[in-house]
């Protein structure tokens, strides 16, 4: 969806508008993959743990990124991936994951659509020589 809001704006999307993910920016993923293994092994009281640092819906992420791309465009065409994206749980349970090493992700949606936006604009502006100031126009 960033992409295609920086580029055509339009987006077509292969889920319905409310279908809930569990979602994590790479930072936040990276950071916890590192602080989960500098626990000690007495602190865990389990092995595996299923962490998330937001959920959202397609369109409450559109919702998010029109706030720097006002114009954008969301097509719901689902597919097959709906039934995939349908068998997930829309949320994590991360509490012991907090309790155990303290866990804590930095990033909600907004923080996540705005590092996008500044993240991927110098390479779409690159090639139309645009500001961020004119992808909202």
Not at 34 to 59: C, G, H, W
Not at 66 to 79: A, G, H, I, S
Request: net charge negative; glycine share 0%.
């Amino acid at each position: 969806m960033f992409h295609d809001a920086l580029t055509t704006k339009v987006h077509h999307c292969y889920l319905i508008p409310d279908t809930r993910l569990p979602m994590m920016y790479i930072d936040d993923l990276l950071t916890a993959t590192v602080d989960y293994m500098q626990v000690l092994d007495k602190k865990l009281s389990m092995r595996t743990y299923n962490i998330e640092a937001v959920d959202f819906t397609p369109e409450e992420l559109a919702n998010e990124l029109r706030k720097c791309v006002p114009d954008l465009e969301v097509v719901y065409n689902p597919d097959h991936r709906q039934a995939i994206a349908d068998s997930w749980p829309q949320k994590f349970d991360y509490s012991t994951a907090v309790k155990d090493w303290g866990y804590r992700p930095l990033y909600n949606m907004s923080a996540m659509c705005e590092v996008m936006v500044q993240s991927l604009l110098p390479k779409y502006t690159i090639r139309r020589n645009q500001t961020l100031e004119e992808v909202k126009e």
